[in-house]
């Protein structure tokens, strides 16, 4: 098993930056691919963006191109989100999600280990 905690949340101004971490621990010595995902008050989770195994390849949301960098040190077992330009549409809780495999994906159902989350909130 594998058990990923958040950090890095935090109240920001519209237009500032945040960087987000996800430390994993447990049974990390297996390929894991990661991602990130949110939820908005009164809305469904929905994906933000994953890196597959290697870090080579990377998904994101339309809503996030070119404000939001995902990476990953396998070194130190550590995913990070740089979030640049932030909207107040960006507020939500963030969850770090990880599951066995080499390639990043989207679909939320694929993913078997969550964090518990960490809160970003952007005021205008």
């Known amino acids: 098993q594998v058990q990923l905690v958040e950090s890095g949340g935090g109240l920001v101004q519209a237009g500032g930056s945040l960087r987000l971490s996800c430390a994993a621990s447990?049974?990390?010595?297996?390929?894991?691919?990661m991602g990130w995902f949110r939820q908005a008050p009164g809305k469904e989770r929905e994906f933000v963006t994953a890196?597959?195994?290697?870090?080579?390849?990377?998904l994101y949301a339309d809503s996030v191109k070119g404000r939001f960098t995902i990476s990953r040190d396998n070194a130190k077992n550590t995913m990070y989100l740089q979030m640049n330009s932030l909207k107040p549409e960006d507020t939500a809780v963030y969850y770090c999600?990880?599951?066995?495999?080499?390639?990043?994906?989207?679909?939320?159902?694929?993913?078997?280990?969550w964090g518990r989350g960490t809160q970003v909130t952007v005021s205008s």
């Open positions: 999600a990880a599951s066995y495999g080499y390639t990043a994906m989207s679909q939320q159902h694929v993913y078997t280990y």
């Open positions: 890196i597959s195994w290697s870090g080579g390849s990377t």
């Open positions: 447990g049974r990390t010595n297996s390929p894991y691919v």
